[in-house]
């Protein structure tokens, strides 16, 4: 272990090495801002649990294995069929756009989507004070990370008035968790094990005035392998906009994914997120909500199944900065094993914030006495005409439930995993996506009652 | 059919049945009347496999085997069916499952092949029309939202389609209106059979207008106190229960 690199100098000398092939690295502002950002990371490395917001998510198995990109492998587009939508797609295999595998066509006017680096290419100075301008390296070391290495991700620009409709679906594969060998000389890592594949996403999402959206992040591994990726979407939702942004986590077994996503609201603006997480390691998710401007509101519906020794964490922060906003959460646990999952929804109302209304409901189910939920609802309400009301709690299967589901003829075991599905697909009812209802309805059912048809199962 | 001797049963260390001796025959319709808390919904669920209830004492042989050494889905396949005084709310399970995968343990039990979903489907129909539920009512989750009405409805619903050789119902009468109280009836009556039984757990001898019970039995302070035939019903709704409990005291 002596001769190990210390965390923050392998990222700071894998900075070194591949900052020149950055995208937009001739560009001074974002090389600027890059090297802020591992300089920024190298001080302060990742979080710890001494960190009050990382209490109940050890990093720790991050910081002490090295990763680096993985090998650009050729992904067949048969496999992803699987994974699309009826969607505008942009598909990104293990951190950077794949043209080939993307579908762009027939996109109306007034909506530009491109890959981060192709947008930087094209118009070097469009993004100067766009990115990191929500989530920047300060952050946490991910955060950090991302801005200092990420390659490419999404830039949507939707202009005033335009109403998408079709979703647009940022597809993530992680093909292959073997790391790329160039630098095979100092890759060697504490354990002796090979790094895993890392890789960075950085979304940027810009909806002018009036105009209405739907976004679809979705995750996928096709190969079981040790990988860790970072992501930052930031959202700039101009007066009178909508967007409805779904996120689907299909992740591999030995995944960690640490998440950002920031959402700035204007006036009467609306944004809906809808998250299902059911694969995975080491999954954070981040969503903050500033509701800025009179009028604006946000709800978040949130489902997550983890099982063996999965951590899911879902971390939201709404801020009602201005009168008259609207906050709604809504999030479902299940975990069994040895899974944990954490849920700490934060809600400030700011001084001005007169009239705000925040509701947040969080409901865990454990399936084992060795899972594990823990929920954090915060408000913090420092104005005095507020509507804020919130409850969570956690608990097992329902005996009256089992015992009329077995008084029906259903074996014990065919009961509880038909409670587990219920209490997972009552979620379902709240996405208004079908084709991502039935996409999710057909996991769950695939996972707790093989040979159901989807048609018995969907409402 | 059943024979219950001598069952003595307690939830958490309070005893409830004090001593129930009943005999059931193939064909009988039987109804067991008796004021609130006197252990009428307690003896039903204990039929039916219900696992917070301790039988403390007593034997109860369905088809001449042991009932209470079997499973509550066991004995469902067995054919004893029990109607919920309080139907249960699934959210998020559906109707269509419920049932499905209800009548093919019972059709597994019996040695018949399961029933696809076309066939199943055509089974269902036929029902709903009897009990006159719309067929939107399979793809809602089971009971919830339903009114009383649409709950109690949905239990003799499961009841026609399981077709089971025991059928306990327990209170399926109380909170229906006239026209749902016919329906119930109406799908009760269509199971009549010499090779199947009833017993209808009731409240109210409203319920006996319409079915026709071959014994009635008033159930106080957890023992049968009293046993007859329809005379006793009609007894009990003109005179109420005081005079049977002082009778037994």
């Known amino acids: 272990m002596s001769a190990a690199l210390d965390i923050r100098d392998w990222y700071r000398q894998e900075f070194a090495g591949s900052a020149p092939g950055l995208a937009g690295a001739g560009l001074p502002w974002l090389a600027a801002q890059r090297r802020a950002a591992i300089e920024q990371f190298a001080s302060r490395g990742f979080p710890t649990r001494k960190d009050e917001d990382w209490k109940y998510t050890d990093v720790a198995p991050l910081a002490v294995r090295y990763f680096r990109p993985a090998s650009a492998v050729p992904v067949d587009a048969a496999a992803l069929a699987a994974f699309r939508f009826d969607a505008w797609q942009l598909v990104f295999v293990d951190g950077r756009f794949a043209p080939a595998l993307s579908q762009l066509d027939g996109l109306p006017d007034g909506v530009r989507l491109t890959s981060l680096a192709a947008r930087l290419r094209e118009a070097p100075d469009a993004l100067e004070g ?27 620009e939707i202009r005033r008035g335009v109403e998408l409709e079709k979703p647009i679906q940022l597809l993530s594969v992680s093909s292959d968790p073997a790391p790329r060998r160039a630098n095979a000389a ?5 354990g002796a094990t090979e790094p895993g594949s890392i890789q960075h996403l950085r979304h940027l ?9 739907a976004v679809i992040e979705s995750f996928v591994a096709l190969t079981p392998g040790a990988s860790f990726s970072t992501g930052v979407t930031e959202i700039d939702l101009a007066a009178g906009s909508e967007l409805t942004h779904y996120r689907l986590v299909q992740n591999g077994e030995d995944a960690s994914q640490i998440d950002t996503t920031h959402v700035q609201q204007g006036r009467d603006s609306r944004y809906v997120a809808h998250a299902v997480t059911l694969g995975g390691r080491l999954l954070r998710h981040e969503l903050d909500c500033a509701l800025a401007a009179e009028g604006a509101e946000c709800r978040f519906n949130g489902l997550t199944l983890a099982r063996g020794q999965a951590q899911v964490d879902t971390h939201t922060r709404f801020d009602h900065l201005a009168p008259h906003t609207t906050s709604r959460e809504w999030v479902r646990g299940v ?3 040895e899974a944990r999952g ?23 189910l454990l399936l084992s006495p060795r899972a594990e939920a823990d929920s954090r609802p915060q408000l913090e309400i420092y104005a005095d005409d507020v509507k804020c009301a919130h409850g969570a709690a956690t608990g097992s299967l329902d005996p009256d439930q089992l015992f009329y589901l077995r008084s029906r003829g259903l074996e014990a075991a065919h009961a509880r995993q038909l409670l587990v599905y219920g209490f997972a697909a009552d979620a379902l009812a709240r996405l208004p996506f079908e084709a991502l209802r039935r996409r999710v309805a057909g996991a769950l059912g695939a996972r707790l009652l093989p040979g159901a048809s989807l048609e018995e199962l969907i409402r | 059919m ?22 059931v025959k193939a064909g009988e319709v039987h109804a067991i009347m008796g004021p609130n808390g006197s252990g009428k919904s307690t003896l039903a669920q204990v039929l039916a496999g219900r696992e917070q209830f301790t039988v403390v004492d007593g034997t109860v042989s369905y088809d001449g085997q042991d009932l209470l050494a079997l499973a509550p ?25 419920l049932l499905k995968a209800a009548v093919n343990a019972a059709r597994t039990a019996r040695g018949e092949p399961e029933l696809d979903a076309f066939d199943f489907l055509t089974l269902v129909r036929a029902r709903l029309e009897i009990m006159d539920i719309p067929e939107t009512f399979l793809y809602r989750a089971v009971n919830e939202d339903f009114s009383g009405g649409e709950k109690k409805r949905n239990e003799v619903l499961q009841l026609l389609l399981l077709e089971p050789r025991l059928a306990i ?11 749902a109280l016919k329906l119930v009836a109406n799908g009760v009556n269509s199971l009549r059979a010499p090779d199947r039984a009833f017993i209808l757990v009731t409240h109210y001898q409203r319920l006996l207008d319409y079915i026709t019970p071959d014994r009635v039995h008033v159930l106080a302070g957890g023992r049968i106190v009293k046993s007859g035939d329809r005379a006793l019903a009609l007894e009990l709704e003109r005179r109420g229960y005081d005079w049977v409990k002082e009778e037994a005291a």
Request: charged letters at 25%; aromatic letters at 6%; glycine letters at 10%.
């Open chain 1, 205 to 213: 999402i810009l909806v002018e005035e009036s105009a209405h959206a």
């Open chain 1, 335 to 337: 975990l069994d094993d």
């Open chain 1, 342 to 364: 954490v849920f700490s929804g934060r809600v400030v109302v700011h001084p001005n914030a007169q009239r705000s209304d925040a509701e947040q409901s969080n409901r865990n």
């Open chain 2, 2 to 23: 059943l024979s219950i001797k001598n069952l003595k049963v307690e939830v958490e260390g309070k005893a409830i049945l004090n001593g129930i001796d009943l005999e």
């Open chain 2, 169 to 179: 119902l327990d209170e399926t009468d109380s909170g229906l209106d006239i026209d």
């Open chain 2, 73 to 97: 889905e066991e004995r469902a396949r067995r054919g004893l069916f029990l109607g919920f005084q309080y139907p249960v709310e699934i959210p998020g399970v559906s109707n269509v499952y």
């Open chain 1, 186 to 190: 100092a890759g060697s890592s504490p």
């Open chain 1, 130 to 156: 766009w990115l990191g301008r929500h989530v920047g390296a300060a952050r946490h070391g991910f955060a950090a990370l991302n801005l200092a290495f990420a390659e490419d991700g999404a830039v949507i």
